[in-house]
């Protein structure tokens, strides 16, 4: 009997010494909930924009047909004067620029929606006739964009413009700095004869690709132009806007006009930064318009937006004999590219 009670005794003394021992884990035990977010925004790039206008000649060719040879214009009724047959003659102060016009489709770019087709055709001799204002271009993705020119003289001006959302990131509000160039605005053209309809931008269905001299027969010129809105300058500081929302498109990187609608330099508007390069004549060779210029170098002042336009203009009716525009239908396939990067650190 009182063995037994001492091996209870010893029994309880484990049980109590075991439970002794969790509690004391129980007191010391620590443990740890802890949350982090993370927030993803890159760029993103997107023809957004076109526009057409014409050029005033305010002068009349003649030539035999078929030639560059000039001749004498009379009508029927100047039967006292030299009578040139076969002669070929533009019109004086006509409206043969309303010949002109540009159509695209276009879808819905975030946060804007919808999609669509537009006919834009040049009305005046002074300004653009774009697809779509500067404000409601940003939330426009053009595709299957096309010019058709039937001026009597190549005297059509028309232009494409890209653009670029930067990283919603707060670089300025946070002090990181941030590298960002555009490493290149390149333009080409390759001359082609049109034997039937084209399907669409990504196809040459209907065309003689190589062949045909539209760009010589018009000495197209081309010149590039940029504009960014940058973090920590003018209106919209952040990379939100200023209601503290993000996913919008508000921004400031506008183009300032001066005469015959050329962009002048962003210092004279509310745009942070301005590039542009002199007019090149596109002759079949890759032309670098703007190449390795620095945007922002080592500091917070990161891109909110940016537009790169490329205006595409005929310069034959300003020579001293300029071309009738042939009636065969040819032209070419015009082809840009743009990309901006951020580099490593820069010194």
């Not at 309880?12 to 909930?33: C, Q």
């Not at 533009?90 to 879808?107: C, E, R």
């Not at 000495?219 to 500081?237: H, M």
């Amino acid at each position: 009997m009182l063995k037994s009670v001492r091996s209870f005794l010893s029994l309880g003394h484990v049980i109590g010494a075991l439970a002794l021992i969790v509690m004391s884990f129980d007191a010391n035990a620590l443990s740890l909930r802890y949350k982090f977010k993370v927030d993803s925004s890159g760029p993103r790039m997107y023809a957004c924009n076109a526009g057409i206008m014409a050029q005033s000649t305010n002068n009349r060719v003649c030539y035999f047909a078929g030639t560059t040879n000039t001749c004498t214009p009379t009508s029927c009724s100047d039967s006292d004067k030299v009578c040139h047959s076969s002669c070929v003659c533009s019109s004086t102060n006509g409206g043969d620029y309303l010949m002109n016009y540009g159509k695209l489709k276009w879808t819905g770019q975030a946060p804007a929606t919808g999609q669509g087709s537009k006919t834009f055709r040049g009305t005046s001799l002074s300004q653009y006739e774009q697809a779509f204002s500067d404000s409601e271009a940003w939330g426009r993705k053009i595709t299957d964009l096309s010019f058709h020119l039937g001026s009597e003289l190549y005297s059509a001006k028309y232009f494409v413009d890209i653009c670029y959302n930067g990283p919603q990131q707060e670089y300025y509000e946070d002090g990181v700095a941030a590298n960002f160039i555009l490493n290149y605005a390149q333009a080409y053209a390759i001359d082609a004869l049109y034997t039937g309809k084209t399907p669409g931008e990504n196809s040459r269905d209907g065309m003689l690709i190589g062949q045909g001299q539209y760009t010589k027969n018009a000495n197209v010129q081309v010149e590039a132009f940029l504009v960014c809105d940058l973090q920590g300058i003018g209106t919209y500081v952040y990379a939100r806007n200023n209601q503290d929302k993000y996913n919008t498109l508000d921004n400031e990187a506008n183009f300032v006009f001066g005469s015959n609608q050329q962009p002048i330099n962003a210092a004279e508007g509310s745009a942070s930064f301005f590039a542009t390069t002199a007019p090149t004549s596109l002759t079949g060779a890759t032309v670098d318009l703007l190449k390795d210029k620095t945007i922002t170098n080592n500091n917070t002042k990161a891109p909110r937006h940016c537009k790169v336009r490329y205006v595409f203009t005929e310069t034959n009716w300003k020579s001293s004999l300029p071309k009738l525009r042939q009636w065969e239908k040819e032209g070419a396939e015009m082809c840009t590219y743009t990309e901006i990067t951020e580099p490593p650190v820069q010194q």
